[in-house]
């Protein structure tokens, strides 16, 4: 039997930058729960700088998809910054089939997410 961990969501700030970091499958039934913590995450924020951590989440539906194209599009219309923290796998090759990794910002590590946002 193959179990699936649950979805969990962290988030701390570092420097100028609100980190979200996600684990497990982001999907339709856990995309409201994402974007929720994006929405607390910016409260207040001006020109805000979010760095989402998807390194430990191995699926991502077109729900999810939209969770992070709202994001992106929320951080552009207040004048911010989001940059996906991503390794090789599955998101990668979902924002490259759907010619999205052109609009997003990505790194690999989050330290090197850090030093792109400093």
Same mark, same amino acid.
């Not at 994001?71 to 940059?83: E, V, W, Y």
């Given at each position: $039997? *193959?179990? *699936?961990? !649950?979805?969990?969501? +962290? &988030?701390? +700030? ?5 980190? /979200? =970091? %996600? %684990?497990?499958?982001?999907? $339709?039934?856990?995309?409201? =729960? @994402? ?5 607390? !995450?910016?409260?207040g924020q001006i020109r805000p700088c979010l760095v989402m951590d998807l390194? +430990? ?7 999810g998809l939209g969770t992070l194209v709202g994001a992106l599009t929320r $951080?552009?219309?207040? +004048?911010? =910054?989001? /940059? ?5 796998? $599955? #998101?990668? =090759? @979902? @924002?490259? #089939? &759907? ?10 590590? @989050?330290?090197?997410?850090?030093? %792109?946002?400093?």
């Amino acid at each position: $039997m *193959i179990v *699936i961990p !649950a979805f969990d969501v +962290q &988030t701390w +700030q570092n420097g100028p930058c609100v980190v /979200i =970091r %996600a %684990a497990g499958e982001l999907d $339709m039934n856990v995309a409201p =729960r @994402l974007t929720a913590e994006v929405d607390r !995450a910016l409260e207040g924020q001006i020109r805000p700088c979010l760095v989402m951590d998807l390194t +430990q989440v191995p699926f991502c539906d077109s729900v999810g998809l939209g969770t992070l194209v709202g994001a992106l599009t929320r $951080m552009k219309d207040s +004048q911010g =910054r989001l /940059i996906l923290v991503l390794t090789p796998g $599955m #998101i990668t =090759r @979902l @924002l490259s #089939i &759907t010619s999205l990794d052109r609009h997003f910002e990505t790194c690999g590590t @989050l330290h090197e997410a850090f030093d %792109a946002a400093a």
